[in-house]
């Protein structure tokens, strides 16, 4: 039996796109993801980049939302 040390060992080791693809098959093994919802998710996140892609959307600075947030929190 693989102890859990050398299994992480190995799997360090993988090429970063079949590490990628264990990772994702784990966390699929945790929470089963419905077909459906992933495929809404798909459409909104190709109708976002497209309104980014065309000017129709504003994007905002990850920081700068931070520290809206911040302001928010400490108000």
């Not at 994702?24 to 459409?43: F, M, V």
């Amino acid at each position: 039996m693989i102890k859990t040390d050398e299994l992480f060992a190995e799997a360090v080791l993988l090429p970063v796109e079949i590490r990628t693809q264990l990772v994702d098959k784990l966390l699929r093994s945790l929470h089963p993801t419905q077909k459906e919802i992933d495929e809404l998710w798909a459409d909104e996140a190709e109708k976002r980049v497209g309104q980014i892609k065309s000017g129709k959307a504003k994007t905002v600075a990850g920081e700068e939302v931070f520290k809206k947030i911040r302001n928010r929190l400490s108000s």
